[in-house]
């Protein structure tokens, strides 16, 4: 699949810039060409030796390179790779992207390509978090940039949270995912999967027994059909699929919250199992037992993701798909929660206890749209992932 491409790496400023020589490692394994690019800052975590050595190329590094700039080097390397990966993309470096600034090799770069850009993200929490941070982020998505990360987990700093670049392995799934061809090719599709907890105390917390095995089978099903996927998963018991831009949640509102910042997308199919409450006031230490009796608990309700994005004004995917869990009058149930929602399709399936679906490796669905119900046949939820992937891709194309 990268067997003859290009790929420019930018390797910005910050202690995960280690992680750069690998992916260039494994990138040439695959048979790409590799042409790196060290930022000021990032030359003082990676040295342009160690670049050069696993590139088997030459380093670029100065804007005002007298040899290179003679012929509009910034433009050519801009302009011949086939894509354009920045990792660690730090936080500065997205600001100029984000704001159009160009005062080095790497901003001037991005700014004068037109070649498609991959970003990596790293930094402390702290930045990743701050509004500033997040306003960049929400403009480079609508520029129509690409990210895969940044994953959550303990960082240099000794802070733990968002902010922490993926891994090599998870940036070349990225890459690859780029070059697939298919019916889906250049389709920016957001999918949901997985359960959500709802906190009660620090060790507590409200779940369901969705496993996340459809919602990854679809994700999967649809990156093999070309489509750029954002995954957007709760605490699930299966792994997330390779070749996804992964976005880790574990409540309900985190998921809104990732959902909306992953958009605009020309799809979303809203798979996940979402808590329809949560505890209205999280207890911040263990809950104990008491001689009074039991305790209270008070509920509030969660946002209504699914109907939030189909109701949307501005930015609503092209298509939205919503999935129906139900136990009894699964069709009855199924159609109204459609109208209730506003969504495009519902994918309607029976979790009743005796037919063991939840947390199974089968699934028997209704796919439910304009044109009425259409039931499939109990098949692997691979299989349904499939079909529902090849229906996706013909409605997009129409």
């Known amino acids: 699949m990268l067997a003859g491409k290009r790929i420019l790496l930018i390797v910005g400023g910050g202690i995960a810039a280690f992680k750069s020589l690998e992916l260039i490692r494994r990138l040439r394994e695959r048979g790409a060409e590799v042409v790196p690019l060290l930022t000021a800052s990032g030359a003082e975590f990676v040295t342009p030796l160690s670049l050069a050595a696993l590139a088997g190329h030459k380093v670029y590094q100065e804007l005002f390179d007298l040899t290179e700039e003679a012929e509009m080097g910034h433009i050519q390397l801009s302009r011949s790779a086939d894509l354009i990966v920045v990792a660690p993309a730090t936080a500065d470096l997205m600001a100029k992207m984000a704001n159009g600034l160009a005062n080095d090799l790497a901003s001037t770069l991005l700014l004068a390509t037109d070649t498609p850009v991959l970003l990596a993200p790293a930094m402390n929490v702290r930045m990743w978090d701050h509004p500033a941070t997040r306003r960049n982020v929400a403009q480079l998505k609508a520029d129509g940039i690409g990210f895969v990360g940044p994953n959550e987990g303990s960082m240099a700093c000794g802070e733990f949270g968002p902010g922490r670049m993926a891994e090599p392995m998870e940036i070349l799934a990225g890459i690859e995912m780029r070059f697939r061809e298919g019916p889906l090719s250049g389709k920016r599709i957001l999918v949901t999967s997985g359960p959500t907890h709802e906190p009660i105390d620090p060790v507590r917390y409200i779940a369901n027994r969705s496993s996340g095995a459809q919602g990854r089978a679809i994700a999967s099903a649809l990156v093999g059909l070309g489509a750029h996927v954002v995954f957007v998963t709760g605490p699930a018991e299966v792994p997330p699929p390779e070749g996804v831009e992964l976005i880790r949640v574990e ?4 998921m809104l919250a990732a959902v909306q910042s992953a958009l605009p997308a020309d799809a979303g199919v ?21 001689r009074d009796g039991l305790p209270v608990l008070e509920f509030a309700e969660n946002p209504d993701i699914l109907k939030t994005v189909s109701r949307m004004a501005e930015g609503r995917p092209g298509l939205v798909v919503g999935f129906a869990a139900e136990t009894d009058n699964v069709l009855e149930h199924a159609t109204a929660k459609r109208a209730r929602k506003g969504c495009d399709w519902i994918v309607a399936n029976d979790v009743s206890h005796a037919t063991g679906i939840m947390g199974g490796s089968e699934n028997a669905v209704t796919l439910i749209t304009d044109e009425g119900a259409e039931g499939w046949p109990r098949m ?12 996706i891709a013909a409605a997009l194309a129409e």
């Open 251 to 254: 409540t309900a509102r985190q």
């Open 270 to 290: 809203f798979v996940a199992a979402v808590a329809d409450w949560r505890v209205a006031s999280e207890a911040d230490t263990k809950l104990k037992k008491s």
């Open 380 to 391: 692997g939820k691979d299989e349904v992932a499939r079909r529902l992937a090849h229906r």
